[in-house]
């Protein structure tokens, strides 16, 4: 079956090289999440991009200590600037819309041969009061994005027929 490669490949990463990455790339993952879909448009949204080693090593206490999180080279914390909109379907947007931005920047990622991983393994507070984030913010989920420093075999996927149904549940 024929499929985009990004989406093939991808792994979650979650051990990286000491390896800086530019800028210009970091843009291009945060364009990623920009173009993404959102509903109404509404792009309720902040993603604040840290590179800096001292605040990612205090991202990585606000993650329980997980390595990997001062490691990579970057750490996006996806963040929602709204928590209160529902859409018509009587649900919350936020978790929708950023989920869509994040799977739009991993792909980004992937496409610029970085590795990066989804967390939501972190408390809240401690990482709204590292990166002076508004009290009615809320942060959705971090992304660690940096140069694998080994890339894992992938993982296994539930087989078509458990999880499709054509025309009917
Ligand atoms: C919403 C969400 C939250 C996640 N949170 C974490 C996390 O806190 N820590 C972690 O190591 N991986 C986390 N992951 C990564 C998943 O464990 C991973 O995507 C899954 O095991 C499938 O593996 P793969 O991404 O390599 O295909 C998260 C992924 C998603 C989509």
């Not at 490691?71 to 919350?92: I, S």
């Not at 950023?98 to 507070?125: D, R, W, Y």
Request: charged share 25%; proline share 7%; with cysteine.
């Amino acid at each position: 079956m024929e499929m985009l490669p990004e989406i093939v490949n991808r792994r979650s990463i979650r051990a990286y090289t000491p390896e800086e990455v530019e800028r210009a790339v970091l843009d291009r993952i945060v364009e990623a999440g920009r173009r993404a879909p959102s509903a109404k448009n509404r792009q309720a949204w902040r993603f604040v991009v840290i590179t800096n080693r001292e605040t990612r090593l205090k991202l990585q206490e606000a993650c329980f200590g997980q390595e990997y999180i001062g490691e990579a080279a970057a750490v996006f914390a996806l963040c929602t600037t709204n928590v209160e909109y529902k859409m018509p379907n009587d649900q919350y947007s936020h978790p929708v819309d950023i989920g869509i931005a994040s799977a739009f920047m991993m792909l980004q990622a992937e496409h610029e041969k970085l590795g990066c991983c989804a967390v939501t393994t972190f408390n809240e507070p401690d990482v709204k009061s590292i990166l002076s984030i508004p009290y009615k913010m809320r942060v959705v989920m971090l992304l660690t994005v940096g140069r694998p420093a080994e890339v894992p075999e992938p993982t296994e996927r539930l087989p078509r027929e458990r999880i499709v149904g054509y025309e009917h549940w």
